[in-house]
């Protein structure tokens, strides 16, 4: 039946809209700090590790407590052994590594810069890097006797290549136009080297700095485990030996600790030399 | 001093030895004290142009001349490139003064001069900021001010003001225009903004498509110093229109042909 009704069919009133909130979707992107946390874990596992002294679940011989540790190297400190196997160990590293880092920048800006330099050098390197350096030592030893020369020369060996292979990638990644603007500025080749390209590596010399140091921390232990009278190597293999795990623990308390030092002091030196780094 | 350019052509070979024109027989004079500005759509080898005149790359033919008196210290050109290609180990004064240095000036006279063209471009207070402290309209500063620097025969600017907002970049064209009043040198001015060249040249060279030709050469009789109300006469909006319609088919073709982007 049509009926002309202007009104509209009446509807029962709508439900009121559903509202749906937006929620944030990304908030595990968000960071998160907890406070104290790497404190308190890292505490908690030398109570832990205390324990198993204190409760002799592991007999002290194969792992002593920490406290045990802490007595054997402030003994080591008033004796004085430790301050003479330190000495021994940072010398070998510091003269090693001072070498290294020297050759490598050179060498490195050299086969990076020029074409001719490459040609001739990228082979050796690439022939030369996969060799593990200590497996050089034996030869070392056979070449410069059994002193200090062979293990500062391991070091060199070692810190050279992260140096080397750093430089280089960071001279073949410089911004060409930086060095276009140079050029547009009236530098020639040389002065480029020193006042574009340099400045432009230095971040990655001291990512190089870095690896190399954990590369000498290991290889100076390594060679006066085979070979010497002093160092924290020596230190480490003679009280395995003596069944001293004390002192055995305080090695390697040293060895942790050396790192974080040159961590940091490497971090401290970054950020003097490199001032305009965001 | 003129800018001869002559018969200059560049082909790029790509990797299979195929060869891309980016510049067929460009022939054009830079006078003394004259803003240029070359305008082209994309693809058309203005960059290749600069680059060739700045001497950092070579033509395949054709050369480019600097004639006249030649006065010692004064390089032939210095560029003013798209991404400001700043140093940033140097603070915002060191960048400046940095051809200064490379050509051996005394101290002295490069703390004048640098502080000359700090003046200039507006900088004061920012000379010992480093480049990333800076916006991109204060680094493209810090850039013509250490092109300047130089006293260069022939500025050339590559695309300067591409890298910069819209609002910005107008900001900086009406600064650029005041820049070459003050100093009246010789500017290239490479673009792809019709208005933009229409408003700081005094002439205008419309590209082609690549290969590069010169469709045009149009001179630009607006008076100086130009500012905002420029803009918007009929006199300047005549020359945009002429310009666009030489160029409009061409960028639409450059538009359809995917990305080959200007050398």
Redesign the interface.
Known sequence: MATDNPLPPKTPPSPPPEKMVVRHKAYFLKKKDYPGLSLISFCLLLVLWECTGRFQWVPSLFLPAPSAVLVEGWAMIKTGMMFKHLLASLSRILWGFLIACSLGLVIGLLIGSFRFFEAIGNPIIAATFPIPKIAILPLLILWLGIGEAPKVAVIVLGVFFPMVINVYTGVKNVDPLLIKAALSLGSTRTRIICKVIFPSILPMIFAGMKLGMGIALLLVVAAEMVGADAGIGFMIMNAADLMQTQKLMVGLVMLSLLGIFFNWLFERLERMVIPWKK | MRVLIEHLTKHYLDRRGAATEALEDINLAVEENEFVAVVGPSGCGKSTLLNLI???LSPTSGQVIFEGKKNSSQ?Q???V?Q?F??????TVYKNII??LE??GASHAEQQEIGRKYIQMVCLQGFEQK???QLSGGMKQRVSIA?ALA?DPLLLLMDEPFSALDAQTRTLMQYELSRIWEETRKSFLYITHNIEEAVFLGDRVVVLSRRPGRILDIVDIDLPRPRGEDLTLGKTFLDYVDRIWRQIKDQAREALEDKGDGDG
Do not use: N
């Not at chain 2, 290609?85 to 140097?90: D, E, K, M, V, Y």
């Open positions: 700045a001497g950092l390089p050109t210095a560029v490139f991404d290609a700043l140093f940033p180990w140097r940095f051809g490379e050509r480093y480049p990333h250490r130089m």
